[in-house]
Every structure is written in structure tokens, then in C-alpha cells.
């Protein structure tokens, strides 16, 4: 039975659920699982997955000012214990090290190494293309408008944060 029989069965038992807006939130749980999973393939032969290319990313545009672990963390949607699994295994392969803030001895800064950014310049191709293949339906004056949807579903969600 698919999903959306499911979601079906469950309504006709709830009449007061909004059919729609549960088959589009699970249509976007389950494209953005995809989605990972997609990425993630195209950055299999680097031994990257997606968590770890965005790192990387993200510390090789940020190399005129340091970079904090929790700030990354906050940009990476990651708490403080998957960012120090992620910071360790990063580390560990040669592509980010870690050494004391030059303005808090108590804070740590993250820099992405020559390996790092040697890496980050083999994968970026592979990861853009596979976006440019998962978004491709959508190429068609499709992606502004899904984008745009997208930012206002973003915002609106924010605001009702506790």
C-alpha cells in the first residue's frame, strides 16, 4: 500500500484532517530524505557523505575569519555532539584541524586544511551535479516559484518557534 493510500485510510477514519497538507509535508519529508540520500551517492567515491561535504564547504568560504565549532553547527542544523563526531572524523582524515582561538583560549576555531580543500574542489562537481539532476523537473521557470514557496514555508515555521 502506498504512502498516500495511507494517508487516504487514515483521513476517511479523521475527518478532520487536512488531506492535502499531510500529503504535501510527507512529499517534502520524503523528497528531502531522497534528496540526501541522492547527494550522498554522488559523494560516495570521495568518502563523504552530505553532513560532511557541507562542512567542509562552509569552512573553505569562511577562511578570512575563524570559524567556531557551534557557529558551523548552527549553519549545519547539528547540535554540539554531531558536530564534534563530525569534527572528529573530519580531522582524523587530514581535512579540518582544530587549534585554540587566538581570542578566547577557551573557544576553539576550525580551518580546513590543503587535503581538505583539495577534496572540497574533486567532490563540489559531482555534488552540483547531483542537484542540478534531482532539481531538473523543476527547471522550467519551476525552481524560482519552488524556491520562493520554500523561503515563505521556512519563515512562517520559524516564527511559530517556541
Known amino acids: 500500500m502506498s504512502f498516500e493510500d495511507r494517508i487516504d485510510r487514515f ?22 530524505r531522497l534528496l540526501r540520500t541522492h547527494i550522498d551517492r554522488a559523494l560516495a567515491p570521495f568518502e563523504l557523505d552530505l553532513q560532511q ?20 553547527g548552527t549553519t549545519l542544523d547539528a547540535t554540539r555532539t554531531q558536530m564534534t563526531r563530525l569534527m572528529d572524523g573530519l580531522e582524523a582524515r ?8 587566538t581570542q578566547d583560549r577557551r573557544s576553539t576555531e576550525l580551518v580546513l586544511t590543503a587535503a581538505g580543500h583539495r577534496l572540497l574542489e574533486r567532490a563540489a562537481p559531482a555534488v ?15 525552481l524560482a516559484a519552488t524556491t520562493r514557496a520554500l523561503n515563505r514555508m521556512h519563515a512562517n515555521l520559524l516564527a511559530l518557534e517556541p
Open 11 to 32: 483521513c476517511a477514519s479523521h475527518a478532520e484532517a487536512p488531506r492535502d497538507l499531510i500529503l504535501a509535508s510527507r512529499l517534502l519529508l520524503r523528497t528531502a
Open 53 to 72: 561535504y557541507l562542512a567542509i564547504s562552509m569552512l573553505a568560504t569562511d577562511e578570512a575569519q575563524p570559524t567556531l565549532p557551534s557557529e558551523l
Open 128 to 142: 552540483h551535479a547531483a542537484y542540478a539532476e534531482a532539481w531538473d523537473p523543476l527547471a522550467e521557470g519551476g
Open 94 to 101: 587530514g581535512l579540518v584541524r582544530r587549534h585554540a582561538s
